[in-house]
């Protein structure tokens, strides 16, 4: 699927949808699936590649929107319901908040493509809990549904958060989905290489520091949980 060609519209459209899917199932409720978190952002990261910022943060935006209309429909109800507004300026409500959420997807992504030059696995963690802490305060704050809440009822995983908080959750998340399309993407790349395994050889050497920080994450957690 990766492999010798680039995607078309139509494909990357489909994998920011996957994208959105996997986050929706990994938010917390009844039925979620917090793992899919870790491999969620995976499907976007790799539809972004070779886009100019413009056209990454469009994309960005698709996800983001079908994320959050799934995610906030809740306010239809909440607005109508009990709030006493007609139904359809509840649906615009939500739309207009939903959007406004996925602006920050959006940036995201532009930043992701205008800043290409620094290792993937670095800039997607820090650009995404960067623009959380302004979503978190800016406009009074809407400090929802960040990443790592969605590890709330997955001990194993949440034990870092009583040293490094759920933005230190949500960064290693991140960095995860980072690590891993950057595997994906050295692996399609390797067989162009000049140098045979150039690609692999560079992501090996970039992958060192946040696969020591996620195996001591792992080691502590399993610690802790084994002392909870």
């Known amino acids: 699927m990766f492999k010798g060609r ?3 519209n139509n494909q990357r459209r489909s994998l920011a949808l996957l994208s959105a899917v996997l986050l929706f199932a990994a938010a917390p409720g009844m039925r979620s699936c917090p793992t899919a978190v870790w491999v969620a952002l995976i499907p976007l990261l790799l539809a972004i590649q070779g886009l100019s910022s413009w056209a990454a943060a469009k994309l960005a935006f ?3 929107l079908a994320y959050y209309l799934s995610l906030i429909y809740w306010i239809v109800i909440a607005l109508s319901k009990y ?21 920050y997807t959006a940036v995201f ?13 670095f800039r997607a963690p ?5 623009l959380d802490f302004v979503k978190a305060h800016l406009f009074s704050g809407l400090p929802w549904q960040d990443l790592g809440y969605s590890q709330y009822q997955h001990p194993l995983f949440n034990q870092i958060a009583d040293l490094i908080g759920h933005n230190g959750l949500t960064f290693l998340i991140v960095m995860t989905n980072a690590l891993l399309t950057s595997l994906i993407l050295a692996k399609q790349r390797n067989g162009n290489d000049h140098v045979r395994g150039g690609s692999l050889k560079k992501w090996r050497r970039e992958s060192i520091l946040p696969l020591v920080i996620l195996a001591g994450t792992a080691l502590y957690n399993f610690w802790s949980y084994q002392h909870w």
């Open 126 to 130: 820090l650009i995404w809990v960067s």
């Open 6 to 8: 680039s995607f078309s």
């Open 109 to 121: 992504a532009a930043l992701l493509t205008w800043l290409r030059r620094w290792p993937l696995v």
């Open 62 to 64: 698709f996800c983001g």
């Open 83 to 103: 709030g006493g507004l007609p139904l359809g300026i509840a649906i615009a409500v939500m739309a207009l908040l939903a959007a406004y959420l996925a602006l």
